[in-house]
């Protein structure tokens, strides 16, 4: 576990680096990422290579004891190159280029960028590959983001129809899995296709859905373009690249498989701020983040690697949202150590100096522009001092497990059945529900084994697979599943059997309609003579097996068929809180109802509490040592803001 921060030299004088690096290593920081946007500084002209500043900066960097992360440079490609080459910008869906002046202003399907970018990244690669300073690499930044993964350029769109034909071989499979018949769409070659772009109205569904496909694997491939250079020159050194909290138009878990680490850039506030979350959400938690937000995406980036960390941490307020709170005092600490008792291999901050200048000028760093230290360097020195105590962290598999699946997030945004909610919106609220139990949490993709489990949770999860569906029937878990669970097939169409479709005989249920409701009209679900409410969806199901609950008409509203239980209603945070409580006594898993603020999470023998709330917390309710003795942070009485953590047995403590 190691502390890092993201650095800047060619934005500084020359003078100014050696002391930054002293000041970097008193701060307990030990690895530094430098070089992500740096392409216009290391040629200038085509060809015209200056390697000099760079070489300087890493060796000092590595002389002051720091150890080096290179970035490629291809997220801002020079004006020079954008010049030469116009045909490297993304279109969007006009046909209109997004032109050069920020970043990530480029096509992933140009074959054209795919060239420059194994240009330069071959260059770089040769240079500094067996540099000793250099000890991990990161590929781009932020693939995707500023809505970049996607391009309607023509080499888009040539690509775009071989990724059909190789998918699909004959139009004819394409017209039957798109259903062209509709609206008069079908085709007759693969080259009368175009991207789902700029229609009239709504484009065909299954048409968008391999469109998705298409602009993540367009991803990948550029990404494996850039690894696999890497590799021939710079062997044995980790790759990385730091993805974006919150982001599913790419598979993460497919682009993964290329890296020895999945990275992603933590702003909790700032994307509080643009979520879609309560007002009275906002307010709380205003200076800490939602409770839930880093948690989730630590999990979702831990399944995806063999190893995960933290490449942007928040420091302080960012530039970018629609508000910018700053942290409150002690909760770059909680977010620090809370990625650690994830799983994280270092956290690494943004930035370590704020920039006087250009777009992320009001972006806070570690130090302010003219080098003053920020309040929040105290809170990193305090956690490498910690450090001290606390040098290794057992990862454990938990005993209830979330499926996440990418087709499926990507129907949900096709056809949300209702504009009330994100497509992550179900994956988060389940999860939310399993940490306000006090739980730990695995995320878990179609090709995970699901041996050991005893609970997985399928929170409306449309896209079903055979795969995913075989290792559910031989998981020996208890499967509960969400209303639109298994309601499409891959191709995005309707089961031919109706919902669930490959999971209709284990779950002894066929949906046949569902209703979209709006907020002053709840779901009433009847459960043990109580009325409680779910929210937007209510499916008409039958059954032959047991009925758990029911609508307030009377019709079935929860299933058990053995290990198999189908909800055909979407519980909303309360509820789902309730009935995953509820799950867990039957599996026998101990829980308990921690409240809105406080978050537990166990690492090995290592049982750690995060208070996000303005209130204090008396662990000694959820079993926690009564006094300062066995405490290896903080004690029985936390305060806002702030953790704790202590060895415990085998059980929760």
């Known amino acids: 576990m190691k502390l890092g921060v993201c650095y800047y030299p060619e934005h500084w004088p020359e003078t100014d680096w050696a002391h930054d690096a002293r000041m970097m290593r008193a701060a307990g920081l030990s690895h530094v990422r430098i070089g992500e946007f740096a392409w216009s500084r290391l040629e200038p002209r085509r060809g015209a290579y200056d390697w000099a500043w760079l070489d300087k900066a890493i060796d000092g960097l590595s002389a002051a004891g720091l150890e080096v992360t290179l970035g490629t440079p291809t997220a801002t490609p020079p004006k020079w190159l954008v010049d030469a080459h116009p045909d490297i910008l993304p279109l969007d869906a006009h046909a209109n280029p997004r032109k050069f002046g920020s970043r990530r202003h480029y096509c992933f399907s140009s074959r054209t960028y795919r060239a420059e970018t194994g240009r330069i990244v071959e260059a770089l690669a040769r240079r500094y590959g067996a540099h000793p300073g250099v000890t991990m690499w990161q590929t781009d930044n932020e693939y995707g983001h500023h809505g970049s993964d996607e391009s309607f350029s023509p080499d888009a769109v040539t690509a775009f129809r071989v990724w059909l034909e190789k998918r699909y071989t004959d139009i004819l499979a394409v017209n039957a899995a798109w259903g062209t018949v509709f609206w008069s769409q079908v085709y007759n070659d693969f080259d009368e296709i175009d991207p789902p772009g700029a229609t009239v109205t709504e484009a065909n569904p299954s048409h968008r859905l391999d469109w998705r496909r298409f602009c993540s694997d367009q991803m990948c491939s550029y990404n494996q373009l850039q690894v696999d250079i890497i590799r021939r020159h710079s062997p044995g050194r980790p790759i990385t690249h730091n993805f974006i909290g919150d982001f599913y138009r790419l598979d993460h878990r497919d682009i993964s498989r290329s890296l020895d680490i999945a990275a992603w850039d933590s702003y909790p506030i700032g994307l509080l701020s643009e979520s879609q979350a309560p007002t009275d959400q906002k307010a709380r938690w205003l200076r800490a983040g939602e409770p839930d937000f880093a948690a989730f995406n630590h999990d979702v980036f831990r ?101 996440l699946d990418y087709p499926s997030l990507w129907q949900h945004e096709i056809q949300p059945q209702g504009n009330r909610h994100g497509p992550l919106e179900p994956s988060r609220i389940a999860y939310g529900a399993c940490r306000r139990l006090g739980l730990n949490v695995d995320i878990v993709f179609s090709d995970t084994s699901l041996d050991g489990y005893k609970i997985v949770l399928l929170p409306s999860v449309p896209v079903l697979t055979e795969e995913i569906c075989s290792a559910l029937r031989s998981s020996g878990a208890l499967v509960f599943a969400t209303a639109l669970t298994g309601s499409r097939t891959p191709d995005g169409k309707i089961p031919p059997g109706l919902p669930p479709g490959l999971l209709a005989h284990a779950f002894d249920v066929r949906v046949e309609q569902i209703e979209t409701l709006p907020d002053f009209e709840p779901v009433e679900v009847l459960i043990d003579e109580k009325v409680l409410r779910g929210e937007r969806w209510r499916e008409m199901i039958t059954t032959g097996s047991e009925v758990r609950a029911r609508f307030a008409d009377g019709k079935p509203a929860w299933v058990r068929n053995g290990r198999f239980q189908y909800a055909g209603f979407w519980p909303g945070e309360g509820l789902m809180t309730e009935l995953i409580g509820r799950l867990c006594d039957e599996a026998g898993l101990a829980r308990r109802d921690v409240g809105r603020d406080l978050r537990l999470r166990r690492a090995g023998d290592i049982q750690f509490a995060f208070n996000y709330g303005p209130g204090w917390q008396d662990l000694r309710q959820i079993g926690a040592p009564p006094g300062a003795a066995g405490y290896l942070i903080g004690g029985a009485d936390l305060a806002p803001f702030d953790i704790a953590a202590w060895h415990c047995g085998p059980e929760i403590s």
Request: glycine content about 4%; proline content about 9%.
């Open 303 to 403: 399944a995806c690697a063999p190893r995960w960390a933290i490449m942007e941490q928040q420091p302080g307020p960012v530039n970018w949202a629609t508000y910018n709170a700053a942290p409150a005092p002690g909760m770059v600490r909680v977010w620090t150590w809370e990625a650690f008792a994830h799983g994280a291999d270092f956290v690494s901050y943004f930035r370590w100096r704020q920039a006087p200048f250009a777009q992320e000028q009001m972006h806070a760093g570690l130090l302010a522009p003219d080098r003053t230290p920020q309040p929040v360097l105290e809170e990193v020195r305090r956690v490498g001092r910690e450090l001290e105590c606390i040098t290794h962290l057992q990862q454990d598999r938990a005993d209830i497990a979330i499926l």
